[in-house]
């Protein structure tokens, strides 16, 4: 019985190992990128464009910061040239068992495979107190940079060097295409803000756009949650009917966030709740992603539907 | 205008004035300079982002010149005509004044941009502060350089301490564990197995001590260590490279071995307070062993991972050894003498499910116990291997809200086990013992509300459960088990677990059981990654 089973499983194995292993390779891009969030695989194909192929890990409609380190993102990550986090601790929770899961040297920490945005720019909320007691905080600052389309040009350059870096052949197509990402923000910009202007308010769910609340300059006004990471408490909620009564502004949250707390919110202050994908579709382009940023310019003024 | 600049003779800092005034002056060059400051926060996004674009055209420049300038520099070498000399000459210093002037531009902007850096943050402190006490410290310079940021030291190992504490009642006052290792067909006679039974009441069942780190740039380590009732043991202290050939990883050290799904799990990421039946009754718990493990994951269209492991062999249930104890009767097999193999493979479904089966295999060169049944000589020794097949399938459902709520987790493991034992004593019959035992589970977990889930588990041990010695043939029935549970996890650091088993053991005779847990645990220090 033993020696039999010993040779099944022998047998089995060079018929997975050797008979599907060398797969016939067709002509593929030259950078195979692998994106943690949508919006870096958005950034990936604004500068890689047709040299690159990208795999998104974390889908939009759900929370980056919770998910499980699954088999499909080792494989991903098993033949990345070039893995592109956001960093800043957002994918702490599962990156690096994939990374671990993968055994790729190139896309580990430290290697020219490896990139991570927050690394690259000044964040806001950086040099918190790194206290747990406080929620679930960011030492390094806040992740949710991909919320602020200046940023995001200012990462572009990076990107492209890193590109460059790994295929030199092309660096100057990815060096162009990143001027061309930063002259559409550049042109957009002064639109967003001037539509921004005098916005009266808003309250928002987490940290998540802070960013964009800072780069049109309005006030934040409150948080749904009471400390990051943790779902809104009724008296948090009551504290802020209280403070936020009488005054006008609008409500934001994403797709997974609960509809309780901004529910409970509308009744009481009588403001507009705006529920939105936070991230761009998975496969987006940069005009996707201008035009995501566009509608979520109409939500922090109140105007969106 | 280098060449006018130079006409004048003048130094640096002369230089910088004169850039700036005319910057003021001329004011396209650079818009919105240091003359109209700007003043709300998105006057200083925009000129911060301004300033950090000219700085990328300022870099790419000098980086042109820094080049054109070296093939100057190997043309001068080359040429021997006057006029080409000085020509040459004369184009060399233009490049190097022109990149004196990048570099003045450079400094200049530097300069603006470090308070503006500070001013978008203070004034973002404004409406933030109120609601968090945190608020928007006072901003550094750009981390420039660095690939990687975190919460911590990276040069340090990443310390967590993960206490378990618990409270327990049962009906069979607290003798539960002794009763789970005494099942009809799973004796382990002579194994150093320690009985841990929780006291009814209160205890800390264990402080889990864990480090993590990179060694080098080719090894990562990890070392976690269980402290229970004051002493300390190694659970786990390995090393795993980093950068082989790709997918392929080698693990040295002593480690959870690969089997299985719930083996290489520490106790902390149990679904349940307790270890599934299968994995105490064949296993000790599970397999934990000092060896060399190598496993490789080829580049195909689906997640296969196939593994290999040489152990020292030291598994109570499996790789008992006697040889010391017993030094004139038995021989010490040289180590290893465990192998396994495993494989997983893992289908592409897309972000909501993912489903991952697996098969493995061990064999153990060297099992030794001592005698049992009153048919057996007294004093008799038994020797012999021993092998094991185990299979798993675990499906996990993920509906993409926050804190876990309505996802679904279903896993099931199978595992056959036989042990094929000889009399060392000349005794006549010869004594044998030839043990088949099985065991299964299978466990779901879903979320019923934000942070809470709710879990059954039943377990199965000797639905295949036959001795053969030289009198025969002898089955045993079988024995089970049902556990519920419902957890609360504050946060991911935190977790509240309330539980309770039901058990119908066969030790002898039909014994059942009562029994309930209630469980705190928590995760002190870095945040741990998690995998599937």
Request: include cysteine.
């Amino acid at each position: 019985m033993l020696p039999s089973v010993v040779r099944l499983v022998g047998l089995v194995g060079i018929v997975l190992v050797f008979g599907v292993g060398p797969a016939p390779v067709s002509a593929e891009p030259s950078l195979r990128i692998v994106a943690t969030t949508s919006s870096m695989g958005m950034l990936a194909r604004a500068i890689g464009g047709d040299a690159v192929d990208v795999r998104v890990l974390a889908p939009p409609d759900r929370d980056a910061h919770y998910l499980l380190a699954r088999p499909s993102m080792m494989l991903a990550l098993r033949r990345a040239d070039l893995l592109l986090a956001v960093g800043a601790d957002l994918e702490v929770g599962w990156l690096p068992a994939a990374i671990r899961g993968a055994g790729n040297g190139r896309i580990v920490p430290g290697q020219p495979g490896y990139f991570e945005g927050a690394a690259q720019l000044v964040l806001l909320e950086r040099d918190q107190l790194a206290d747990r007691g406080r929620g679930d905080v960011h030492p390094a600052g806040n992740p949710h940079f991909y919320m602020d389309p200046s940023r995001m040009a200012l990462l572009a350059r990076a990107v492209a060097g890193r590109l460059a870096a790994l295929d030199p052949g092309r660096a100057e197509y990815f060096a162009d295409r990143a001027v061309v990402f930063g002259d559409e923000v550049a042109r957009r910009l002064p639109d967003w803000r001037a539509r921004a202007s005098g916005a009266a308010g808003v309250v928002l769910y987490h940290k998540d756009l802070v960013y964009l609340a800072v780069l049109l300059d309005a006030p934040v006004r409150g948080y749904v949650e009471p400390v990051p990471g943790i779902p809104p408490t009724a008296s948090h909620l009551r504290e802020l009917v209280t403070r936020l009564d009488g005054s006008d502004g609008v409500i934001l949250y994403t797709s997974f966030q609960s509809a309780d707390g901004p529910e409970f919110l509308e009744r009481h202050l009588g403001w507009t709740r705006i529920r939105r994908q936070l991230e761009v579709d998975l496969d987006a382009d940069s005009a996707a992603y201008l035009d995501h940023i566009d509608a979520w310019v109409d939500a922090m003024t109140g105007s969106s539907p | 205008m280098g060449r006018l600049w130079v006409g004048w003779g003048m130094g640096r800092q002369a230089l910088i004035c004169v850039a700036l005034c005319i910057c003021a002056t001329l004011g396209p060059a650079l818009p919105a300079s240091a003359a109209a400051r700007p003043r709300t926060p998105a006057e200083i996004e925009a000129r911060r982002l301004e300033i950090a674009l000219r700085l990328v055209e300022l870099a790419d420049e000098d980086a042109r010149l820094a080049a054109n300038g070296a093939q100057l520099a190997v043309q001068l070498t080359e040429a021997l005509d006057q006029d080409t000399r000085a020509a040459l000459e004369d184009a060399v210093a233009q490049v190097g004044y022109r990149r004196g002037e990048l570099a003045d531009e450079r400094a200049a902007l530097e300069a603006e941009a470090r308070p503006l850096e500070a001013i978008v943050t203070r004034n973002a402190t404004g409406p933030l502060s109120t609601l968090d006490p945190v608020g928007l410290a006072g901003a550094q310079p750009p981390p420039a350089g660095t690939e990687q940021v975190g919460a911590g030291n990276a040069f340090n190992p990443a310390i967590t301490i993960i206490p378990d504490g618990l409270y327990t009642n049962d009906t069979r006052r607290g003798r539960v564990g002794e009763l789970l290792r005494t099942v009809d067909g799973f004796r382990a006679t002579g194994a150093g197995l320690d009985v841990a039974d929780s006291p009814r009441g209160f205890s800390l069942r264990e402080v889990e001590l864990a480090f993590s780190g990179a060694v080098d740039p080719y090894f990562d380590a990890w070392a976690t260590f269980g402290i229970a009732d004051g002493e300390i043991e190694a659970e786990e202290v390995f090393v795993q490279t980093r950068r082989l050939l790709p997918g392929l990883q080698v693990r040295a050290g002593r480690f959870f071995s690969g089997i299985g799904y719930l083996n290489r799990q520490h106790t902390h990421q149990w679904a349940f307070v307790d270890q599934a039946l299968p994995y105490e009754a064949l296993f000790g718990g599970r397999l934990e062993e000092t060896g060399v493990q190598v496993t490789w994951l080829p580049a195909l269209p689906v997640y296969l991972q196939l593994g290999f492991e040489a152990l020292q062999g030291e598994n109570p249930l499996i790789a008992n050894q006697l040889a010391e104890s017993n030094a004139d009767r038995l021989e010490q097999t040289a180590g290893p003498r465990l192998f396994t193999g495993f494989v997983k493979l893992a289908p592409e479904l897309g972000y909501d499910h993912t489903l991952q089966v697996g098969a493995s295999f061990g064999r153990s060169r060297s099992h030794q116990e001592t005698a049992v049944a009153p048919s057996e000589p007294v004093g008799e020794l038994f020797e012999g291997t021993a092998w094991f097949l185990g299979a798993e399938g675990i499906w996990r459902y993920d509906s993409g809200r926050q804190y876990g709520e309505r996802d679904v987790t279903l896993v099931g493991e199978y595992f056959y086990r036989v042990k094929d034992l000889d009399g060392t004593t000349s005794a006549m019959p010869p004594a044998m013992r030839v043990s088949r035992q099985d065991g299964i589970y299978v466990q779901a977990v879903y979320g019923i509300a934000p942070r809470w889930t709710v879990g059954g588990r039943a377990d199965a041990i000797g639905r295949r459960n036959r001795l053969e010695t030289p009198l025969g043939r002898a089955e045993s029935p079988s024995s089970s088990r049902v556990a519920l549970d419902v957890t609360f996890d504050p946060t991911e650091f935190s977790r509240l677990r309330v539980q309770y088993n039901h058990g119908r053991i066969w030790s002898g005779q039909r014994e059942t059981y009562h029994q309930m847990y209630v469980q705190f645990q928590m995760s002190l220090g870095v945040h741990g990654a998690h995998r599937f």
